[in-house]
């Protein structure tokens, strides 16, 4: 099956948060949008298939996600994606991500404590350790000819006096892979001072050439919890879903308990799962011609900078579909650059200052090539 990235779908008028209130974080309407990190594509035809059937049979009522079919599609994509062996048994449902994480930080610390974490961070991250009285530690990844990597006698250093390491693989907004080498030095330092790591693996199926994700878990199962979801690989996050691998059994039921018995949240999305079990059965194709598609994307980005924009360095990331924009060399402050995109340009990119990198734009590729070159040109305009 061949699929055609090309074709641009109006999104328009469907109450979508990244084109239809572009206005709650830039200010204006008329904005070219390049900021929520979901897709401009549609689903894979699996995926729709599997979610126009489920409609189509008309009734809705609460479904269990506690079954071979659920979590067999999410052991059988690693071990057909990553050659990784996970037992069915640690597959959880969580309605998202940052669900799990937050409730994976309430049962592995206590309020006051430290959670480390590598900056730049996913934003959302500083509002879910603020919310569960955490004390956020910011690890800053050093940047170094063009490439984040970790200091790790920094990192030993904070680890000593805390209870959780939140980590993000591949890493969300720079677009780092951590290698096997730098995962194992994660995991000795967590188990030599007791740190509980919490792997967020959203973004795990987006790696280029060049660059290979390891699942945490092939290497350690000692107080390590992966958390990851279908929908930022085939743009269903509006279908809600997304699940944890816990291979310790005592933590799955407490986590369970919290789901079912104080969140009341134990009833999955009946499409959501319909749709990560379509996507991960049968969606590896789409996955590949995503990957060329965004790779070609990467690389025109790369490009126009190169030629057009020299002062805004273009930094290669190893995956994810966010480019990550150096502008420190246009000697503008956010406010400024914020200012001349959404007033000249008519675009909307997000201020690396809202991952805590001032200094920096994040830039949603994940589009066809039609739109991303009337983004760049609108670009060239406020910023030339």
Avoid at 136 to 146: A, D, F, I, R, S
Avoid at 312 to 320: G, K, N, R
């Amino acid at each position: 099956m061949s699929y055609h990235f090309d074709q641009f779908i109006d999104r328009r008028n469907t109450f979508c948060t990244q084109w239809d209130y572009i206005k709650d974080r830039f200010g204006e309407e008329d904005l070219l949008p390049f900021s929520i990190s979901d897709t401009d594509f549609k689903a894979p035809e699996p995926v729709i298939k599997a979610v126009s059937e489920r409609v189509s049979h008309g009734i809705f009522g609460y479904s269990r996600w506690n079954h071979s079919a659920f979590k067999s599609s999410i052991t059988g994509w690693y071990k057909n994606r990553f050659n990784a062996d996970f037992n069915e048994d640690w597959v959880l449902y969580s309605p998202t991500v940052c669900y799990a994480i937050s409730i994976l930080i309430e049962l592995n610390s206590k309020p006051k404590d430290k959670v480390v974490v590598f900056s730049p961070l996913y934003d959302a991250f500083f509002n879910i350790i603020k919310e569960r009285d955490r004390e956020l530690v910011l690890n800053p990844l050093h940047l170094e000819n063009g490439r984040y990597t970790i200091d790790f006698k920094s990192l030993e250093r904070e680890l000593q006096t805390a209870e959780i390491l939140l980590l993000t693989n591949p890493h969300n907004p720079t677009g780092r892979v951590f290698s096997k080498e730098e995962l194992l030095k994660i995991i000795a330092l967590c188990k030599a001072y007791d740190v509980f790591l919490i792997s967020d693996d959203i973004h795990m199926d987006i790696v280029y050439p060049g660059s290979a994700y390891t699942p945490v878990l092939s290497l350690s199962t000692e107080r390590v919890v992966i958390c990851s979801s279908a929908s930022k690989t085939m743009n269903t996050p509006g279908l809600i879903g997304s699940y944890l691998l816990v291979p310790d059994e005592a933590l799955r039921e407490q986590f369970l308990r919290i789901l079912k018995g104080r969140d009341a949240l134990s009833s999955v999305s009946i499409l959501g799962m319909h749709a990560l079990i379509a996507g991960y059965n049968e969606g590896a194709s789409y996955v590949d011609e995503l990957l060329l598609y965004l790779e070609k994307n990467m690389n025109l980005v790369r490009d126009f900078f190169s030629a057009e924009l020299p002062d805004i360095a273009f930094l290669q990331p190893e995956a994810t579909y966010l480019a990550w924009l150096d502008a420190r060399g246009l000697n503008l402050t956010d406010d400024a650059i914020q200012n001349a995109l959404v007033t000249k340009g008519k675009v909307a990119v997000m201020s690396g200052a809202t991952y805590g990198a001032p200094g920096f734009l994040r830039l949603n590729v994940a589009c066809p090539e039609s739109k991303l070159l009337d983004g760049l040109t609108r670009m060239k305009k406020a910023l030339h």
